[in-house]
């Protein structure tokens, strides 16, 4: 409502001044959001020496370096370079070392070679990001309303961009300090590593089980009311005829029971692909673990240590999961039946915030038996495989320009994951998420969770 001029002036000034901090405060949120989710990225590499900083173990992982100056050249491109009048680049050729894969945003250099780049320096990188917060900060204080529309969903997006870089950060330095046989220790806040093969006390486990779920037409995708990507939209119905979920992830111990079993020596469980890249790749278990005297061990951010056979097994290809569903006589859900079950579960669980770092084994029996029989763990701990392929909804369309390359074209040849996982931060997830990767992949902390056609 506008203030008119028959409302005596104190009521007009009231007004504007409501107006004015209304819109002030939107901009402090705004203000405070970006340098929480700048901080929270400082924080996660405390601990971490330069060389740690500059390796590229494989042409997947980014050394910790890039995540830093990268997550701030996108600020200084889609922010910056647009809204500042007469903004300079203090370092132009950033512009080319730090674009990842925007081809609208000009000339990137090769992801593959990133490990090669020793300049500029980490302190470097750490100066560039404190000179971009101090030009976004700037830009900040003096905006005008409709400017404030405008850079409001692109410095919202920049923030969540810089989440899933977190979360790369932690995934990365793990395929980082895995290469190394002196293991170093990433957070030193389990202390489960030290504890030998036969002094291990795997915690009592959850039982698994099966939660039936009525066919029913289902609303698919965003609602719109906060922020989501592109990707989870348009929201639609879509028939999701009946099916079982179970309950909890696949652990560990059962995991070695499909290991122990030749499961993958045994083509009859595999895609063709997938058995392919077992033998190409000489894969006998998931990424990490090695097998010592008869124990099985696995590296971890807080070290290398015996496995838990009550934790969610993880990193785990898509192959592997489905192998793993075949041979247990089920499949994996669809990302429809998982979003459909997920409505009823709390956004709650062991995310980067826990500072575990790894996958927790779920709660004990006793306690599950109090709380009756219902979905564990569909957030946080390990990205649930799903069996659908990364495509668009009915509707989609990428938005046109740079940004709309953010999503929409990695639409082909991947499969969605849904969850998140003990790398991914509480406020980034969503029960409509869609994470996306190739099915060889593992270095994410990625698991399984089994499904069933209607019985
Ligand atoms: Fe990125």
Not at 356 to 385: C, I, N, T, Y
């Amino acid at each position: 409502m506008s203030a008119t001029s028959l409302e005596p002036a104190s009521t007009r000034v009231a007004a504007e001044r409501s107006l004015f901090s209304a819109s002030q405060s939107r901009v402090e949120r705004l203000r405070d959001r970006f340098h929480q989710i700048r901080k929270f990225t400082n924080a996660l590499f405390v601990g971490l020496e330069p060389e740690d900083c500059v390796v590229q173990s494989m042409p997947d992982v980014s050394p910790t370096k890039w995540h830093l100056a990268h997550t701030t050249w996108f600020f200084e491109t889609f922010i910056l370079k647009r809204f500042v009048p007469g903004y300079r680049a203090e370092i132009p050729e950033y512009a080319y070392l730090f674009n990842s894969y925007y081809n609208a945003a000009g000339e990137m250099h090769r992801r593959d070679l990133r490990g090669l780049i020793s300049r500029p320096t980490l302190s470097e990188a750490q100066r560039y990001r404190a000179s971009i917060d101090s030009h976004i900060d700037d830009l900040l204080s003096n905006l005008d309303e409709s400017l404030l529309d405008e850079i409001e969903p692109i410095l919202v997006l920049g923030t969540h961009h810089e989440q899933q870089h977190q979360e790369l950060l932690v995934t990365d330095i793990k395929h980082v300090f895995a290469q190394n046989p002196l293991y170093p220790v990433f957070r030193a806040g389990r202390t489960r590593h030290s504890v030998r093969a036969e002094e291990r006390t795997t915690k009592e486990c959850l039982p698994s089980q099966f939660i039936d779920f009525e066919e029913t037409p289902s609303a698919i995708g965003h609602d719109g009311d906060g922020f989501a990507y592109d990707n989870e939209g348009p929201r639609h119905r879509a028939l999701v005829p009946a099916f079982s979920l179970a309950t909890r992830p696949v652990t560990n111990g059962e995991y070695i029971a499909f290991v122990e079993d030749n499961g993958y020596q045994r083509p009859e469980f595999w895609l063709s692909l997938g058995w392919i890249t077992v033998n190409e790749q000489r894969w006998d278990a998931p990424l990490y673990w090695t097998k010592r005297d008869g124990t099985w061990w696995n590296f971890t951010l807080s070290g290398f240590r015996s496995v838990d056979e009550s934790e969610p097994v993880t990193h785990i290809s898509y192959f592997e999961a489905d192998a793993y569903a075949n041979w247990a006589g089920t499949r994996l859900p669809t990302e429809f039946e998982w979003e459909r079950a997920a409505l009823s579960c709390p956004i709650e669980g062991n995310f980067v915030e826990t500072e575990l770092l790894h996958p927790a084994a779920a709660e004990s029996a006793v306690s599950a038996e109090k709380s009756g029989k219902r979905l564990h763990q569909m957030f946080g701990d390990v990205w649930e495989w799903t069996r659908s392929a990364y495509s668009p909804y009915p509707g989609y369309r990428a938005a046109p320009g740079a940004l709309g390359e953010y999503n929409g074209k990695f639409m082909c040849n991947q499969y969605v994951l849904r969850g998140g996982s003990c790398a991914t931060s509480r406020t980034h997830i969503r029960r409509t998420y869609r994470n996306f990767f190739q099915p060889e992949k593992r270095w994410q902390f990625t698991g399984i969770r089994l499904a069933r056609d209607a019985q």
